[in-house]
T-cell receptor, first 112, second 113 residues
Framework: GDSVTQMEGPVTLSEEAFLTINCTYT??????LFWYVQYPGEGLQLLLK?????DKGSNKGFEATYRKETTSFHLEKGSVQVSDSAVYFC???????????FGKGITLSVRP | DAGVIQSPRHEVTEMGQEVTLRCKPI?????LFWYRQTMMRGLELLIY????????DSGMPEDRFSAKMPNASFSTLKIQPSEPRDSAVYFC???????????FGQGTRLTVV
């Protein structure tokens, strides 16, 4: 079945550090890929997405490139801020049944 | 639009009591999802509906859990009887066919003591 694997957390970084959060997937067909973010006390919200191979999703300084050859969708940001502290979820949707499959999520803490 | 609205935001109940969680999806969205989030298991899909019809309830943990969607603007998730291991944050989400983004409510934090 479809699955998403995220790197183990938590991750703690200093402000302005470079961020990479790894995500790999297993799916039939050609899924759409997503990163969702959950700020403390809130629900998940879409951060960025990519719908086909080699697409790059970007938002708020975050980027992720859909790599079909490595079945990956790693999230990167060049300079993190304290306000980026949150839980980040990688997800996929094959479109076959319209449900999103989420990874376990990873907690990012950015210290001043 | 006000987004996906869940109620209550917090619920504390005693073991054995019935608990009902409520969700109002975004108008025009034809898919509705119920998720449960815990530290141990992360985010789990419990059940989802399409046009008010349950499509997949394989994630519902036990018969104590049930969900209904009587109309396009309202859904409930009921736990009867509740147990301490049901303590979690329960999220409702909705999306529209053809639009790949799912919108989440703010969640209901359930504590069963």
């Amino acid at each position: 079945g479809d699955s998403v694997t995220q790197m183990e957390g938590p991750v703690t970084l200093s402000e302005e550090a470079f961020l990479t959060i790894n995500c790999t997937y297993t799916a039939t067909g050609y899924p759409s890929l997503f990163w969702y973010v959950q700020y403390p006390g809130e629900g998940l919200q879409l951060l960025l997405k990519a719908t086909k191979a080699d697409d790059k999703g970007s938002n708020k300084g975050f980027e992720a490139t859909y790599r079909k050859e490595t079945t990956s969708f790693h999230l990167e940001k060049g300079s993190v801020q304290v306000s980026d502290s949150a839980v980040y979820f990688c997800a996929l949707d094959t479109g076959a049944n319209s449900k999103l499959t989420f990874g376990k999520g990873i907690t990012l803490s950015v210290r001043p | 639009d006000a987004g996906v609205i869940q109620s209550p935001r917090h619920e504390v109940t005693e073991m054995g009591q019935e608990v009902t969680l409520r969700c109002k999806p975004i108008s025009g969205h034809d898919y509705l999802f119920w998720y449960r989030q815990t530290m141990m298991r992360g985010l789990e899909l419990l059940i989802y509906f399409n046009n008010n019809v349950p499509i997949d309830d394989s994630g519902m943990p036990e018969d104590r859990f049930s969900a209904k969607m009587p109309n396009a603007s309202f859904s409930t998730l009921k736990i009867q009887p509740s147990e301490p291991r049901d303590s979690a944050v329960y999220f409702c989400a909705s999306r529209k066919t053809g639009n790949t983004e799912a919108f989440f409510g703010q969640g209901t934090r359930l504590t069963v003591v």
